[in-house]
Nanobody
């Protein structure tokens, strides 16, 4: 069983950057795709990005393409989300999650972290 703990959230001005980290425990980390999702108040949790177990394949949601970069370090059991050119509409709780496949469908994800708050001021 993989356990996930996010960190790196905070308050940033529009146009700024943040890097989120998600540390995983459990021996199956390297066999899972890892994704980032986000949820703003009153909205559904939405897909942000995913990276395959090898790191060779990544997929991004349209609103973050060109601004966010997902990466992973299997030696450190950590996945990252580098967020640049942040906008107020990026404000949300960000969650990392593990899945057997690198897909955007959140129903496929079996393990979730507790989330980290990202707030972008205008």
């Amino acid at each position: 069983q993989v356990q996930l703990v996010e960190s790196g959230g905070g308050l940033v001005q529009a146009g700024g950057s943040l890097r989120l980290s998600c540390a995983a425990s459990g021996r199956t980390f390297s066999n899972n795709a890892l994704g980032w999702f986000r949820q703003a108040p009153g909205t559904e949790r939405e897909f942000v990005a995913v990276i395959s177990w090898s790191g060779a394949h990544t997929t991004y949601a349209d609103p973050v393409k060109g601004r966010f970069t997902i990466s992973r370090d299997n030696a450190k059991n950590t996945v990252y989300l580098q967020m640049n050119s942040l906008k107020p509409e990026d404000t949300a709780v960000y969650y990392c999650a593990a899945a057997p496949l690198a897909v955007s469908d959140r129903s496929v994800y079996r393990v979730w972290g507790q989330g980290t708050q990202v707030t972008v001021s205008s």
